[in-house]
């Protein structure tokens, strides 16, 4: 970060489609040759690496500080991250497009069929909602509500514990003086919250 000069690069089997995720001192990214791999942080070494049926580079790894979660068509599997060994697999109806969000004691995961389901980490279901668009960005959670960004610009709250819909907002599009504004508008970002406001993009 210092010079920007290469530190080590590391040639892998396949295009690498997704962000990758540090746990610890590996870096562990998915790839569209089925697998997911590990590298040492500071040399580039090759850890492990895990192979799916499924095609897990779609949705880039997520990591709780414990657990790291792979999305590999309608499966999430969790990963100990020191060797790749499989902890826990929750398998849902139709598959996920979208990174999961983890919680101490939860997993929120949003199926292509516009499907949000709060799971135990064990894979029980607590709830589910239908979302009346497609998502566009992970959920976020802020307290004790599960924020949802969906198509064309609404944000949804939903309380974390039990799935009600506590508040919805329609975000307003902008308009220049040459540009018209428009009736609705798209969410590109994951929202954040900082100090006690949301900020959307």
Sequence with gaps: TDTGKVIWDTAMGGPITTSPTITGGLVVFNSSDGNVYSLNARTGKKGWAVQFAADPSLVPPVYDGTTLYIAAGDTLYGLDPNNGSKRSTIKLPTNILIPPTVSSDSVYVIT???E???LTLAGRK???VTLDAAETAPPLLAGSLLLVAT?????SGYDAGSGKLVWRYAVQASATDS?????????????IVAAGTLYVV
């Design 112 to 114: 292509q069929t516009n």
């Design 116 to 118: 949000l389901y709060a």
């Design 126 to 128: 607590r709830w589910s």
């Design 151 to 155: 198509q064309p610009g609404v944000l």
């Design 179 to 191: 540009q018209p504004k428009y009736p609705s508008t798209t969410v590109y970002a994951a929202p």
